[in-house]
Nanobody, 127 residues
Framework: QVQLVESGGGSVQSGGSLRLSCAVS????????MGWFRQGPGKEREGVAA???????SYADSVKGRFTISRGNAKNTLYLQMNSLKPEDTAMYYC?????????????????????WGQGTQVTVSS
């Protein structure tokens, strides 16, 4: 059974940093997309960053240069380093994973649907 568990959310002031983690278990696919998504108050869920099975990353324009997605050495942990946080980054953040036939590279960010989701971790940025 695939499980994704996020942690690392919290409250920070504008300009601060947070590092989100997603512990992945039961996921044995060789080719995949993994990503971070967020849903702010009154907003639709949006893709923030994604990484494919060979490490190609992609980012939403709103977070480029501020957020970095990465995987742990054992590839069972997904991270999102968030720097220079802004109030508009306030949202529930979710990690997600989806098996693919081949590496999709930057197409991972736009891929829908993702089949496996975590429960989310809240990020609140105050001005």
């Amino acid at each position: 059974q695939v499980q994704l568990v996020e942690s690392g959310g919290g409250s920070v002031q504008s300009g601060g940093s947070l590092r989100l983690s997603c512990a992945v278990s039961g996921y044995t696919y060789s080719n995949y997309c993994m990503g971070w998504f967020r849903q702010g108050p009154g907003k639709e869920r949006e893709g923030v960053a994604a990484i494919d099975s060979v490490g190609v990353t992609s980012y939403a324009d709103s977070v480029k240069g501020r957020f970095t997605i990465s995987r742990g050495n054992a590839k069972n942990t997904l991270y999102l380093q968030m720097n220079s946080l802004k109030p508009e980054d306030t949202a529930m953040y979710y990690c997600a994973a989806d098996p693919t036939i081949e590496g999709l590279g930057v197409m991972c960010l736009a891929r829908r649907p993702y089949n496996y989701w975590g429960q989310g971790t809240q990020v609140t940025v105050s001005s």
